[in-house]
């Protein structure tokens, strides 16, 4: 039997596994469940050393799994710098430890979507900061586009199962992932639009009908 070091029964969150999927790991086959990201995945199947240090190449495990560290980094499909942690993994992904140094990819290896986006409010970052922007405007008829760089809305309240205090008005009582859930159901609600897996790269100034144009990218999801 392959090693599964998954936790079956968590006190606070659900697990909604989907799919059983197979995926490369440098060479080997490793088994994963749809929507959890490439390094949970890893980690479930005992791989502990998830890149080197750049000074003393030194072996380093995963670290925030937020996305905001960079331990994690491995080369997924070809592309370098690949952050495990934020990522879902697809079947038959290619995965690999990038060492010291990443190599730039090929051109062929790139598979991404470019995107004019032509609004009048352009917030970049899908956290409670942007969401709450996001939901301001929408209020406002200024009908808002959210870009951010991760698969889900809500920056690091996703991963938050702590209970928060405060106001009613600032959600207390509910858990950071709750909270996510219910400001991006908001923001929707606004008419908002969410572009996951997007990069801004470029402002393009006002246009003659008073929208902002932005170009962005998108990873492709297959
Ligand atoms: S563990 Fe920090 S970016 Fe992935």
């Known amino acids: 039997m392959n090693l599964d070091l998954r936790i079956e029964k968590h006190p606070i969150l659900e697990f909604k596994r989907g799919r059983k999927i197979t995926f490369q790991f440098e060479g080997k086959p490793v088994e994963a469940y749809e929507n959890e990201s490439i390094a949970a995945a890893l980690f479930a199947s005992g791989v502990k050393v998830f890149s080197r240090s750049k000074r003393f190449n030194n072996p380093e495990g995963w670290f925030c799994g937020i996305g905001k560290c960079s331990s994690c980094l491995m080369r997924v499909d070809g592309i370098p710098n690949v952050r495990t942690c934020v ?30 986006v032509n609004v009048q409010v352009l917030i970049i970052g899908g956290g409670p900061a942007g969401l709450g922007a996001g939901i301001t405007a929408g209020k406002l008829g200024l ?49 908002g639009v969410y572009l996951n897996e997007t990069s801004a790269v470029g402002y393009y100034g006002l246009k003659a009908d008073g929208r902002h144009s932005f170009i962005a990218y998108r990873r492709k999801q297959d």
């Open 87 to 116: 990522v879902p993994v697809r079947e038959a992904m290619l995965v690999e430890r990038q060492g010291q140094r990443a190599m730039l990819p090929s051109h062929s290896e790139i598979h991404v979507e470019r995107e004019e």
């Open 143 to 191: 009908g808002a586009v959210i870009i951010d760089e991760n698969p889900n809305p809500g920056g690091q309240l996703i991963k938050q199962t702590h209970k928060f205090f405060g106001s009613q008005e600032e959600y207390a009582g509910l858990r950071g992932f709750e909270i996510s859930e219910i400001m991006y159901r908001e923001f929707k609600e606004t008419g």
